[in-house]
């Protein structure tokens, strides 16, 4: 069975680093972009970046440009975001999902995704 599992989430304070880990299992994983997302209270999920299968090629939002690096070992089936310099504003719910498809192309679009983890809880105190 398909399924992926965030890790790596805490406390943190502003201005230090995580870095979250998304595990994939199941075959149907090989070949396809993924991506993390991520849900402050009472907002919507947004997204924050993606990666091809060969880990080549990135997509960032705009606004996470700089601070966030996003990254993948096919090896051990896992994907990473590594979030440096931390904002309060970073507080959210942060879940990987995987995309429809090979390309990047619409990567910021939540309908793309189709398989969700449960989200790994990063809160930034000030």
């Known amino acids: 069975q398909e399924q992926v599992v965030e890790s790596g989430g805490g406390l943190v304070r502003a201005g230090g680093s995580l870095r979250l880990s998304c595990a994939a299992s199941?075959?149907?994983?090989?070949?396809?972009?993924m991506g993390w997302f991520r849900q402050a209270p009472g907002k919507e999920r947004e997204f924050v970046a993606a990666i091809n299968w060969s880990g080549t090629l990135t997509v960032y939002a705009d606004s996470e440009r700089g601070r966030f690096s996003i990254s993948k070992e096919n090896t051990k089936n896992t994907m990473y975001l590594q979030i440096n310099r931390l904002k309060p504003e970073d507080t959210a719910v942060y879940y990987c999902a995987r995309k429809k498809g090979a390309l990047l192309a619409a990567s910021g679009l939540i309908e793309e995704y189709d398989y969700w983890g449960q989200g790994t809880q990063v809160t930034v105190s000030s």
């Open positions: 199941g075959r149907s994983f090989s070949g396809y972009v």
